[in-house]
């Protein structure tokens, strides 16, 4: 079981970036799969979540109308589409999943039990 991101980096104020997740193929069949982040010194925080069928999502209030989630289970892949950047998104992003067997996207990061390695997204003013 991993899953795999990528797509972080450093860009100014205003713009935009797309972050990647590869999932294995047991994870993408079946599980709800989301994105959390943690910024230096803070505490890991949701960001965003879609289930299985692509049908149920939530978004953080800090991005909603900013950001997009979106998944391809044909390809094993996870989406963050992320524009309007501001400093305040500064962080680390996570890639996560819920056991298979759970249909329900979830807010609560006691709720999922696979994580990426995460990848660094920096936002300068």
């Known amino acids: 079981v991993q899953l795999v991101e990528s797509g972080g980096g450093l860009v100014q104020a205003g713009g935009s970036l797309r972050l990647s997740c590869a999932a294995s193929?047991?994870?993408?069949?079946?599980?709800?799969v989301g994105w959390f982040r943690q910024a230096p010194g803070k505490e890991r925080e949701f960001v965003a979540t879609i289930n299985g069928n692509g049908y149920m999502i939530y978004y953080a209030d800090s991005v909603k109308g900013r950001f997009t989630i979106s998944r391809d289970n044909a390809a094993n892949t996870i989406y963050l589409q992320m524009n309007n950047l501001s400093p305040e998104d500064t962080a680390i992003y996570y890639c996560t999943a819920r056991f298979p067997g759970n249909v329900v996207a979830s807010r609560q990061i006691s709720d999922y039990v696979y994580w990426g390695q995460g990848t660094q997204v920096t936002v300068s003013s």
């Open positions: 193929g047991r994870i993408m069949s079946n599980s709800p």
